[in-house]
C-alpha cells in the first residue's frame, strides 16, 4: 500500500516560511529564489561478534534559501521555524549573492577557456523548468524500519551473527544496519512547490577466518546491496523483494574456508566474467563520475577531479563495444538515487548517458544545462542536508541487459581460461576516471567453461574506454541486479548521496590481473 507523507512533517509550518523567504528575496531585486525545508533522520546499529558495539540515531532539521541576484548565487540557512527567521536567511542569501558579484568581478573571473563553457565565473542563469505545483512523492517501501523497535533490530543482527559464529572456520563477524527516512519541502519563485518522503536503508554482514598456525586472515561480505526499500528488505517473504538472506549466510562460511585455501592469482592477462555485485562500482567510478558534466567543465577539479570525457567528445567518444548501453535514471523503483523532483524542482527523468558504445549524454542541473545549451536539466542536483547548497549529483547510472542475453553460467560456459568476479572490495582510479584497477571479494577460476575454484590476490586494471571496449557479451534480464553505495563524496565542503548503479552479469575479453601481494612487494 502506497504511504503518505508523515504527519509530523506536514504539521511544520513548510508553506509561511517558504512564502516569507521567497517574498523578501523577491522584494530584494532577486532573479529566482528556492526554498528547501528538510527533516532527514539517520540511525545506525552495529554489532561485534554478536555483541552490540556502538548505535546512533540523529535528526537534522532546518531550511536553506538559494537565489541568484544579480547573475550570482546567493546561499543562507537557518534552524529557527519562524516566518520572520526565514525572511532573515533570505536576506542573508541576497547579500551573499552581492558579495559573491563583487569578488568575481574583482577578480576578473573568465567566462569561458579554451572553447569550453567553463563559465566559473559568468553569469548564473538557468534552464527552464516546467512548474509542477503541490506535487507530493513517496518512494516505493512497505514498512518504515524506524517504525520497527530498535530491539527487534539488533536480535535480528545478532542472530545473523550467531549463525556465522557457528561455523566452523569463522572467527569474528560484524553486522550493520544504516536506516534513513528523508523529508523535504521545496518551493521556488516560478510557483514550483513539492513534498516528498525516502526511506532506505543498508544492511551488511562480514565475517572474518584467522589461521590460528600462520596467523593470516581474511575476510567475505554478504553481497546485500543497500536499497531504498524498507524493513521488509530484510525480513519479507516472496515477492517482497527481500534479500535471500538465509541463503547467503549459509553459504558464507564455506566460501571464506574456500578461499582461504585458495591459491594466489598468476598475472597476466584474462578474460572475466564481471558479476553485477562487483560491476557496479566500476560503473560508477569510471561512468557515472566521468559523466557528471559540471566535472568535466571543471567545476570539481580541485577537490574531486575531472574527466576524460570532456564535453567537445558528446557524441564522438567511442566509450566502449557497440554493446554498451547506460542510463541516467532518477526513476528506477528502490534506486538509491530515486526522487519525484530535485533540488531545483525538476522532475525526475531517465535518459541515455552512452548508446552503442558511444558518449550520447551528461548529467546536469540547471545552471549547466544552461550554460552548455542544453533545454532543460536532467534533475541531478541534490544537497545532502538543509545546511548545504544543491550540487550537480549523480544519478542511478545502470548499464542495461541485453533483452535475450545470457545467463551468468552461460557466459562462464563460453571461457577457456578466465575468472568470474564476485563482489565489491577496493578500488582505485585517477581523477579524469580514466586508468583504474579493482580488487572484490570472489574471485574463481574459469577452465573450460567451468568453475575450478577460487583464487586470492587479484586485481583487474585497465583503462575506462580499453575495459569496456573489451565487453563482448552481456547477460540477460535475469542477472541484472540494482548494487549501490551510501557513500558518494562530492563538493567543497563535502557532502555525500545514496546512488543505485544496475547492471547484469558481463564478458569482457583479455583483462590485465595483476597479483595484489606481489605488486605489494610482499
Not at 48 to 61: E, K, M, N, V
Amino acid at each position: 500500500m502506497p504511504h503518505e507523507v508523515d504527519q509530523s512533517f506536514l504539521a511544520l509550518p513548510l508553506r509561511a516560511l517558504a512564502d516569507a523567504a521567497l517574498a523578501r528575496a523577491r522584494s530584494l531585486g532577486a532573479e529566482h529564489a528556492d526554498f528547501r525545508l528538510e527533516r532527514i533522520r539517520g540511525a545506525s546499529w552495529r554489532l561485534r561478534d554478536a555483541r552490540p558495539a556502538g548505535t546512533s540515531d540523529t535528526t537534522d532539521l532546518g531550511y536553506a534559501v538559494r537565489v541568484v541576484h544579480g547573475g550570482s548565487w546567493g546561499f543562507a540557512s537557518g534552524v529557527d521555524l519562524t516566518p520572520d527567521a526565514a525572511a532573515r536567511v533570505a536576506g542573508q542569501a541576497v547579500e551573499m549573492a552581492r558579495l559573491s558579484a563583487k569578488v568575481i568581478r574583482a577578480a576578473g573571473a573568465d567566462t569561458g577557456a579554451s572553447g569550453t563553457p567553463s563559465g566559473q565565473g559568468g553569469r548564473v542563469e538557468l534552464a527552464d523548468e516546467p512548474v509542477h505545483a503541490d506535487r507530493v512523492w513517496v518512494s516505493s517501501y512497505e514498512t518504515d524500519p524506524f517504525t520497527v523497535p530498535d530491539a527487534e533490530k539488533t536480535a535480528l543482527l545478532a542472530e545473523w551473527s550467531a549463525r556465522l559464529l557457528a561455523a566452523d572456520g569463522v572467527a569474528h563477524t560484524d553486522a550493520s544496519l544504516l536506516t534513513i527516512h528523508e523529508n523535504k519541502f521545496y518551493a521556488d519563485t516560478a510557483g514550483t512547490t513539492t513534498t516528498q518522503q525516502r526511506v532506505r536503508l543498508h544492511p551488511e554482514l562480514t565475517a572474518v577466518a584467522v589461521d590460528p598456525r600462520t596467523g593470516e586472515f581474511d575476510s567475505m561480505r554478504t553481497l546485500a546491496p543497500p536499497v531504498g526499500r524498507g524493513w521488509e528488505y530484510l525480513t519479507g517473504g516472496p515477492g517482497s523483494g527481500a534479500w535471500d538472506w538465509d541463503g547467503e549466510l549459509a553459504r558464507l562460511p564455506e566460501l571464506l574456508a574456500e578461499k582461504m585455501r585458495a591459491p594466489s592469482v598468476e598475472a597476466g592477462t584474462y578474460d572475466l566474467v564481471v558479476d553485477p555485485s562487483n560491476l557496479w562500482l566500476t560503473i560508477h567510478e569510471s561512468v557515472g563520475h566521468a559523466t557528471e558534466l559540471d566535472r568535466a567543465l571543471g567545476y570539481e577539479a580541485a577537490y574531486a577531479g575531472t574527466s576524460f570525457a570532456t564535453f567537445d567528445q558528446l557524441g564522438k567518444l567511442r566509450y566502449g563495444s557497440e554493446l554498451m548501453n547506460v542510463t541516467g535514471d532518477r526513476t528506477a523503483e528502490h534506486g538509491l538515487a530515486t526522487i519525484g523532483y530535485d533540488d531545483e524542482g525538476v522532475a525526475a527523468q531517465s535518459w541515455d548517458l552512452v548508446r552503442d558504445g558511444v558518449l550520447t549524454g551528461y548529467q546536469l542541473d540547471r545552471r549547466i544545462a544552461r550554460l552548455t545549451g542544453f533545454e532543460r536539466s536532467n534533475g541531478c542536483a541534490y544537497a545532502d542536508s538543509p545546511g548545504h547548497v544543491p550540487v550537480q549529483r549523480m544519478a542511478n547510472v545502470s548499464l542495461l541487459p541485453a533483452p535475450d542475453g545470457p545467463s551468468t553460467e552461460e557466459l562462464i560456459g563460453g571461457v577457456e581460461r578466465g575468472i568470474y568476479v564476485v563482489g565489491d572490495r577496493s578500488w582505485s582510479i585517477d581523477m579524469q576516471r580514466y586508468n583504474f584497477q579493482f580488487t572484490g571479494q570472489r574471485f574463481f577460476r574459469i577452465e573450460h567453461g567451468r568453475l575450478a575454484g577460487q583464487l586470492r590476490d587479484v586485481a583487474y586494471q585497465a583503462t575506462t574506454t580499453d575495459f569496456w571496449g573489451s565487453m563482448s557479451a552481456v547477460g540477460g534480464p535475469q542477472t541484472y541486479v540494482l548494487g549501490g553505495a551510501f557513500n558518494c563524496g562530492k563538493a567543497q565542503p563535502g557532502q555525500v548521496a545514496s546512488v543505485s548503479h544496475g547492471c547484469p552479469s558481463a564478458l569482457f575479453e583479455g583483462v590485465n590481473i595483476l597479483n595484489t601481494t606481489q605488486e605489494a612487494g610482499r
